[in-house]
């Protein structure tokens, strides 16, 4: 009977030991995170809702001329751009794509989503030589268990807009 309860305690104490924080990094964890890359991301309608990214919308805006500005560089729309699921930022510019709704949008990115970004802006120019800044804040931060932590603010022409998707009415 001791030779049985000396064993379950030698396996107990061995299950035990094994467990333990193995240092690894952010916070002490093995967990591997896959951040999303930022993309800015835009709807335009008209007053009555019109999707004016749809080329079968009457008065559609001829999307191959609408451009992106940033960080001094012009970024024509690719209309032909593909898609990906891939979770690293790949940088494409401009370019249009449809929402899971239908809706059609112009997406300018991808920019890295593990770092913090300060007043960053995207000047959308659209074919009648207008235009409308898109800017954010996003600040990144590892939590000390290990898990990200992201805060976000998006603005449309200097005014606060609610989430992500930037909605402009021409």
Not at 7 to 23: N, Y
Not at 143 to 164: H, M, R, T
Request: charged content about 25%.
């Amino acid at each position: 009977m001791k030779r049985i309860a000396f064993l379950l305690l030698a396996i107990h104490v061995t299950m035990l030991s094994g467990c333990k924080k193995d240092g690894g990094t952010n916070g002490g964890t093995t967990k591997i995170w896959d951040i999303n890359p930022v993309t800015v991301s835009v709807t335009a309608t008209d007053a009555q809702g019109n999707d004016l990214l749809n080329p079968q919308t009457p008065g559609a805006l001829e999307v191959g001329k609408i451009k992106a500005l940033y960080k001094g560089e012009e970024y024509a729309c690719d209309e032909n751009q593909m898609t990906s699921k891939a979770v690293l930022p790949r940088f494409y510019g401009l370019k249009t794509e449809k929402s899971a709704l239908g809706t059609c949008l112009l997406r300018f990115g991808e920019l890295n989503g593990a770092q913090s970004y300060m007043n960053e802006s995207v000047t959308i120019i659209w074919p009648n030589g207008s235009s409308d800044q898109i800017s954010f804040n996003r600040d990144f931060r590892w939590k000390a268990n290990g898990d990200p932590e992201i805060k976000e603010k998006w603005f449309l022409n200097s005014s606060e807009v609610s989430g992500k998707l930037v909605k402009i009415i021409k």
